[in-house]
Structures are given as C-alpha cells and as structure tokens.
C-alpha cells in the first residue's frame, strides 16, 4: 500500500466510486436514449401496418348478408 501512490492520496476512493457511478449513470443514459428512439421507431412501424390493414379491410368487397367479422377483438 506504501508503494501505491493512489491509495495514499486522501479521498481516492471517494473520486473512484464516484467516477464508477458517473460512467455508469452515462451508459445508463446512453442506453435510456437507444430504448427510446427503439420504441418510438416500433410505434411508428406498427401505426404503419395498421393503416395497411385497415385499408386493406376496407377495400374487401363483402357479400351481402355475410356477418362482419372484427380481426381485432380478439377472438381470432
């Protein structure tokens, strides 16, 4: 411990854990930041098929007297 310059500066530790905890919090960030834009790309993707969908539905002709049926309730 003598030889190490490190541990006899008073404090050290206290500036080593807090370097661990800012470089932790900055990936924490870095990651919030991918989650994020990740959800906000999956939300946009998933608005898209169900416009596609919809228009698609639409556009089926139905005959007459057939019963409707709703793909989305969840009995499908």
């Known amino acids: 411990a003598a030889a190490d310059p490190v541990s006899m500066v008073p404090g050290s530790l206290e500036r080593e854990s807090w370097c661990n905890e ?13 989650v994020i834009k990740t959800v906000e790309h999956l939300e946009s993707e998933v608005k898209s098929l169900l416009n596609i969908i919809s228009e698609t539905t639409s556009n089926i002709p139905t005959i007459p ?12």
């Open 22 to 34: 800012h470089m932790i919090h900055e990936r924490l960030d870095i990651i919030e930041e991918k």
């Open 65 to 76: 007297g057939t019963p409707l049926i709703d793909i989305f309730d969840g009995q499908y």
